[in-house]
C-alpha cells in the first residue's frame, strides 16, 4: 500500500472551504446575524455596518461584503432583506458592473490627510455632510444634513433630487453667512452627489475631504446626527412633503437637546460660543 501521510493540496482546499461553509460568522453567532439584521432593517448599510463594528472594536466583527452575501442569502432572501438595502436591488449586481466614482476625488482631499486637530475637535469650524435618503417609491427627493464637529450642531436642507449642482448652491447658501473661521472644512462620502466639491471650494473658500470609498462611517458625527433624526425623518416618510419649517423645527429639538459629549450643554449653546468667540478674535 502506498503512504498515504502528508499534505495534500487539493484535499486540504476542499476541507477549508467546507469549514469556512460551516463555521461563517453570521451562522455562528446568533447574537450577531440579529444584530446586523436590525441594523439593515434600521437603515444601515451594510458599510456602516461593519464600519461601526470595526469602530466599537467588537469581539465579533465581519466585513460590509459578508452582510452583503448574507443579505441575498436563502436565509437573508426569506425576511427580503434586500428591501433595506440602500440600491433594494433583489438581486445583486457583479462586482464588475457596479459603478467606481474614485477617480472625481483625488488622493490629495482623502481623509487621511485632514488635520489631526479636526479628527480630534479641537478647533471649531469643521463640518460634515451627508443626504437623509428615503424609500424609492417617493422619487429621488432627499434631505442634506450637515452637522458641525465641535458643537454637533445640525443644519437639514431639502433636496428634490440629487443632482450635486443644487446640493452645493444650499450649502453655501447656509454657510457663506459664517466668518471663515466658521465653516473651514466639510467632509463628505464619495457619492455622486457631491461630485460638484470644486464649485464649492470656489463658491465659499472651504476645504473638502472625502472618506475612504465605501467608508461612511469615517463621517460618524453626521451618522449620528441622521440617527437621532429618524425619529422624524423615517424612511417611509414622503420628502415632498416635508417643509422647510418641519425640517427647521427638527432641526431646533436636536439642537436644543443636552448631550453628554456636551458636558451636557446644547448644540445651540455650544456653537454660539465658540461662533462668538472666533468672531471677537476678528475684531
Known sequence: MP??????????NDMALQRRAKLRKLSRF??????????????????????????????VAVSHETIYKFAYS???QAIKLWRHLPERRARRRPRHARRRHGRRFGPELNILHRPDTVAARKQFG????????????????????????????????RNNDRQSRPIMDGLIEV????????????????????????????G????????????????????????RARKWLSREVDPLSITD????????RLNST????????????????KLLAQMRRTE
Open 3 to 12: 503512504d498515504l501521510n502528508g499534505y495534500y493540496c487539493v484535499t486540504a
Open 30 to 59: 446568533a447574537h450577531v446575524r440579529q444584530s446586523v439584521i436590525e441594523r439593515i432593517m434600521h437603515g444601515w448599510s451594510p458599510q456602516q455596518i461593519a464600519g461601526r463594528m470595526r469602530l466599537e472594536r467588537h469581539p
Open 74 to 76: 436563502p436565509d437573508g
Open 126 to 157: 469643521h463640518w460634515e455632510c451627508d443626504l437623509i435618503q428615503f424609500r424609492k417609491k417617493f422619487g429621488k427627493a432627499n434631505v442634506t444634513s450637515l452637522v458641525e464637529r465641535v458643537s454637533r450642531f445640525a443644519v437639514f436642507l
Open 175 to 202: 454657510l457663506q453667512s459664517l466668518p471663515h473661521r466658521a465653516r473651514r472644512s466639510i467632509t463628505f462620502d464619495r457619492g455622486t452627489e457631491f461630485t460638484d466639491w470644486p464649485y464649492l471650494q470656489a
Open 204 to 227: 465659499l473658500g472651504v476645504q473638502t475631504w472625502f472618506c475612504d470609498p465605501q467608508s461612511p462611517w469615517q463621517k460618524g458625527t453626521v451618522e449620528n446626527t441622521n440617527g
Open 245 to 252: 419649517r418641519h425640517l427647521k423645527d427638527i432641526c431646533d
Open 258 to 273: 443636552p448631550r453628554k459629549c456636551l458636558g451636557f450643554k446644547t448644540p445651540a449653546e455650544v456653537f454660539r460660543q
